[in-house]
């Protein structure tokens, strides 16, 4: 049961943050917005900023579980890169008010209590290592190059599709697979 109002609170505060931000929330609208009482709040958070470090790595372990079976499928590399694209995209676009309130406040929230650090370095980590060995299988396998690090291709694969998230409006966003054609093919002739 506690488990299950901890997450009706957290996902309360990601549909406040939709149209606030963090610092203009207040508990008394996280409770409402929860269906709780205010004291509900302080049982499982000690404070706004422990719920907000809770908000940001909430939803972290499924993910990273489905992105791992993904990984590590009999598939083919190109429908391995394929479904972690859309997989991390649905995560991205779901959790995106949430990563900007986070980048907003990260380095207050992670300098309050040193464990946060490791926790949220920890989980960005293993979503790392998971689409390092995607890549690492890929120049195993033949299809791309082992001339750029898979940790580099890895890190440019997840910015690649960040970026969509905020892709200016006066330009057609690409698709999913343009955005891993260019990854993989390079913008040479």
């Known amino acids: 049961m506690e488990l299950d109002k901890k ?3 957290l ?3 990601e549909q406040i943050i939709t149209y606030k ?4 929330v207040k508990v008394e609208d996280i409770a409402t917005k929860a269906g709780v009482g205010k004291g509900t709040i302080y049982r499982y958070f000690k404070d706004k900023d422990h719920l907000f470090f809770e908000l940001a ?3 972290f372990d499924p ?3 489905r992105l791992t079976e993904i990984v590590s499928s009999e598939k083919s590399f190109n429908e391995r890169l394929t479904e972690s694209a859309y997989h991390l995209e ?3 676009k779901k959790r995106h008010n949430t990563m900007r309130s986070f980048r907003e406040h990260e380095e207050r929230i992670m300098t309050l209590e040193p464990e946060r650090k490791k926790i949220m370095s920890e989980k960005k980590e293993s979503v ?3 689409l390092t060995n995607l890549f690492s299988n890929g120049q195993n396998e033949g299809y791309i190059t082992k001339s ?6 890895a890190i440019m694969f997840i910015e690649q599709l960040i970026g969509r998230l905020h892709w200016p409006m006066r330009v057609e966003k690409p698709s999913v697979e343009e955005m891993l054609k260019l990854l993989i093919n390079g913008i040479g002739i």
Do not use: C, N, P
């Not at 931000?21 to 203009?24: G, L, N, S």
């Not at 750029?148 to 291709?153: F, T």
């Open 21 to 24: 931000r963090f610092h203009e």
């Open 148 to 153: 750029v690090s898979a940790e580099i291709l």
């Open 11 to 13: 996902e309360a505060v």
């Open 57 to 59: 790595i909430y939803g």
């Open 63 to 65: 993910f990273t579980e």
């Open 128 to 130: 790392d290592k998971q």
């Open 90 to 92: 649905s995560f991205f």
């Open 7 to 9: 997450s009706i609170i």
